[in-house]
């Protein structure tokens, strides 16, 4: 067989098959199952959007308490130069 032949006895299979699928009805559902794909694509998307958003206001407090902790080390640190360079000896 050639490919051309090939090509198109595959091109009558499946419009065969999708003749056959519209004479039992498939096509009803076409409607309902593209609105499910569309709400499930939806709330995928806001459910990682908000899961972005909450991830970084977690980083955001994160590196605020760190900050905060870094300042205090510092400060500490400032603290036991100044004993050690002009504290009491």
């Known amino acids: 067989m050639s490919a051309t032949s090939k090509a198109s006895w595959m091109v009558a299979a499946s419009i065969g098959a999708v003749e056959a699928l519209k004479d039992q ?10 609105s499910l794909h569309q709400h499930a694509k939806n709330n995928i998307r806001s459910y990682y959007q908000a899961k972005k958003l909450s991830v970084q ?4 407090i994160s590196s605020k308490v760190n900050n905060e902790k870094l300042k205090q080390s510092e ?3 400032r603290r036991v ?4 360079c002009w504290g009491p000896n």
Do not use: D, I, K
């Not at 009805?25 to 593209?34: I, S, T």
């Open 57 to 60: 206001s977690s980083s955001a």
């Open 81 to 84: 130069m100044y004993l050690s």
């Open 25 to 34: 009805g498939v096509c009803r559902w076409n409607y309902p199952l593209r």
């Open 75 to 77: 400060e500490s640190l």
